[in-house]
Structures are given as C-alpha cells and as structure tokens.
C-alpha cells in the first residue's frame, strides 16, 4: 500500500466541551499517516496508522475510514496514537469498530503510545481490556 499524509479540517464544534484546537487556530485537527513497519505489511511487517492532532467527533469518522480501508487491506495493522492531543468517547468507539473489524477479517488489531487522556478514555469505557495496546 502507498504511503500518504492526509489532513482534515472542518468547522469548530458547537458543543463548547473541548479545549481551544488547532482547528481553532487554522491547523488542522488531525493527521493520518501510513506505513509499512518492519517489511511489507502482509508478511512479517505490519502497517502503521499513525494519529496526530485531535481527534473528536468531526475527526473521527475519518479516522474510521482510514482504519477500516487498512483493516480490509492489510492482516496486521497497528493504530500509533502518541502524537494524539484530544482523544474522546467517539474516538474510542472508531478503536472498537477498529477492532472489530480486524475480527471479522481474522486479522489483528493494536494500538500503541497510549497515555494520559488516551489512557484515560481507554480505561473508562474498558477498552484498555480488550484492545491489545503495546509499547
């Protein structure tokens, strides 16, 4: 699969429950970017999603999307969080669908730099026991 670097944007969300964003500033809220990790994907590798900005409920079907088109593609794909700032309930159920998904296909499904309010949404709704989180 190639390599590619995709920003999103959208209007600033009405609700008022999240911080100022980048969005809010002009930058986007989120950045998805893919790659092959350790060789190609399907053999010993695996293929990396990697997330950074905010992701929130105008960010996170995007996110669905670009996890699920890998999912679909590639047996082993690992969803790198580490750069992530905003990470909330909807971001968590795209992690389940994610997971899910990779269930179905019988292929397998990590996520990685989990930490503070990643670990903490994680923790909350319980999918830090069922999702594999590594490193």
Do not use: K, Y
């Not at 002009?26 to 994907?41: M, T």
């Not at 997330?51 to 105008?58: A, I, L, T």
């Amino acid at each position: 699969m190639p390599q590619f670097d995709r920003s999103v944007s959208g209007n600033a969300r009405r609700s008022g429950l999240r911080p100022a964003s980048a969005r809010a500033a002009g930058r986007p809220a989120v950045r998805i970017h893919q790659w092959a990790e350790g060789g190609r994907a399907g053999l010993l590798g695996q293929m990396i999603v990697e997330v950074s900005g905010d992701v929130d409920d105008e960010s996170a079907p995007d996110l669905l999307c670009a996890l699920t088109r890998t999912i679909v593609l590639e047996s082993r794909v690992c969803c790198d969080l580490r750069s992530v700032g905003f990470f909330g309930a909807t971001a968590a159920d795209v992690l389940a669908v994610a997971h899910l998904t990779a269930a179905a296909a019988r292929g397998s499904f990590s996520v990685r730099g989990v930490r503070g309010g990643t670990a903490q949404v994680l923790q909350t709704t319980g999918l830090d026991r069922i999702l594999t989180i590594v490193g």
